[in-house]
T-cell receptor, first 111, second 114 residues
Framework: DQQVKQNSPSLSVQEGRISILNCDYTNSMFDYFLWYKKYPAEGPTFLISISSIKDKNEDGRFTVFLNKSAKHLSLHIVPSQPGDSAVYFC??????????FGKGMKLTVNP | DTGVSQDPRHKITKRGQNVTFRCDPISEHNRLYWYRQTLGQGPEFLTYFQNEAQLEKSRLLSDRFSAERPKGSFSTLEIQRTEQGDSAMYLCASNGRLGQETQYFGPGTRLLVL
């Protein structure tokens, strides 16, 4: 039972354009959401997070939007850069200390 | 401030052997987590410590797996009688304060069981 879903396995965008990565969740207990970026053979690197009391959080080129009624969040990267090419994981927490991750989405930013 | 470190980074072993991995969290982080990641999947929670106390264990953590954090600093994860299905990336994460939910991950230990 996948509580956090990233339904698109990959996304390809042109450098300078916007990248939009989507994530859906099913567990109403989740109250904190995070995005991690992962390069091959490395651990996940924290990017940005959002609490359920907010609907938007921005950090430089990265913005996360949360729609609680739809149980949906998205990560916007503007402008996208080739160095952003990696696998991105959505994760959620609530009711316990553990993070529940999606399967990840591979982003490729073409020069 | 150094990040989370893990040792070894890679381990190849034969089926049936025991392996042990070490994780050093960020200094003064009192909570430490172990996750496992297999190909095409996101990390899956295994267990978590607050200081030296192991507070939660996943059903994924069979009786062949044991984790310790004896002095509330570094942690070890041991797998006994390894099986080919144990091949995965083992990730350690830490965070520092109650209410701070962001977990910071180490580089992982890649295990291959032949």
């Amino acid at each position: 039972d996948q509580q956090v879903k990233q339904n698109s396995p990959s996304l390809s965008v042109q450098e300078g354009r916007i990248s939009i990565l989507n994530c859906d969740y099913t567990n109403s207990m989740f109250d904190y959401f995070l995005w991690y970026k992962k390069y091959p053979a490395e651990g996940p690197t924290f990017l940005i997070s959002i609490s359920s009391i907010k609907d938007k959080n921005e950090d430089g080129r990265f913005t996360v939007f949360l729609n609680k009624s739809a149980k949906h969040l998205s990560l916007h990267i503007v402008p996208s850069q080739p160095g952003d090419s990696a696998v991105y994981f959505c994760a959620a927490e609530g009711g316990s200390e553990k993070l529940v991750f999606g399967k990840g989405m591979k982003l490729t930013v073409n020069p | 401030d150094t990040g989370v470190s893990q040792d070894p980074r890679h381990k190849i072993t034969k089926r049936g052997q025991n392996v042990t991995f070490r994780c050093d969290p960020i200094s003064e982080h009192n909570r430490l987590y172990w996750y496992r990641q297999t190909l095409g999947q996101g990390p899956e929670f295994l267990t978590y410590f607050q200081n030296e106390a192991q507070l939660e264990k996943s059903r994924l953590l069979s009786d062949r797996f044991s984790a310790e954090r004896p002095k509330g600093s570094f942690s070890t994860l041991e797998i006994q009688r390894t099986e080919q299905g144990d091949s995965a990336m083992y990730l350690c994460a830490s965070n520092g304060r109650l209410g701070q939910e962001t977990q910071y991950f180490g580089p992982g230990t890649r295990l291959l069981v032949l």
